[in-house]
Every structure is written in C-alpha cells, then in structure tokens.
C-alpha cells in the first residue's frame, strides 16, 4: 500500500506565498517522477510542476519564474515552492509520483488526496 500525504495549502493574498509538501509512504521500492497538478472548478486537471529522480523540472509557462519545485529523495518527498501567487493560482493541488513497488512490480501512478489553495485579490 502507498500513501501521498500532502501538506501546505490555505488562503493567501495575491502576490504572497506558499509551500506544498508531499510525502510518499509505504511499501516503496524506487520512485520516478514526482509532480503537482491542480484543479480548478469547471476546469480540467493540469500539469503545474514535475521533477525526475535525477532532478530534471518542467514547469506549466503560467508558473515559470514563481513556482519552484524540488523532492528530497532520502525522504520520498516532494515540495512546490509558490511565490507571487495570483488569484488564477486558485484550484485543488494534487501530488502525483511515479513508483514501483517491488523490483519486480513495474511502475504504477498514484495521487494524493489533494489541498485547497485560494488566492485571494
């Protein structure tokens, strides 16, 4: 079994600041990628941030150059750094990883239960 907890979302003024935190836990053998996507109401789920094993980020160009994405391997985490967030930041975040299990398993995607952030103007 795997869990995603995630961390770190509220309400925020535009032009403030938050930081998400995802952890995985559970029976976990090697972990890919681990990203963000968020949801916003009437909208479809979109890609925000992702960040490989080896470091690698892309970004979705609305966030380039106010959010920041890192994991911290030792401890299956990944966090999103979000700064100068605007009221279009406002939607359900959720944490999404890449991981396999066993050796053996293959790979297999999971997500977190998701966090509210809401920017308010």
């Known amino acids: 079994q795997v869990q995603l907890v995630e961390s770190g979302g509220g309400l925020v003024q535009a032009g403030g600041s938050l930081r998400l935190s995802c952890a995985a836990s559970?029976?976990?053998?090697?972990?890919?990628?681990m990203g963000w996507y968020r949801q916003a109401p009437g909208k479809q789920r979109e890609l925000v941030a992702a960040v490989t094993s080896g470091g690698l980020t892309n970004y979705a160009d609305s966030v380039k150059g106010r959010f920041t994405i890192s994991r911290d391997n030792a401890k299956n985490t990944v966090y999103l750094q979000m700064n100068s967030l605007k009221p279009e930041d406002t939607a359900v975040y959720y944490c999404?990883?890449?991981?396999?299990?066993?050796?053996?398993?293959?790979?297999?995607?999971?997500w977190g239960q998701g966090t509210q952030v809401t920017v308010s103007s």
């Open positions: 999404n990883t890449n991981l396999m299990q066993k050796w053996y398993s293959g790979f297999s995607e999971y």
């Open positions: 559970g029976s976990i053998f090697s972990i890919n990628t």
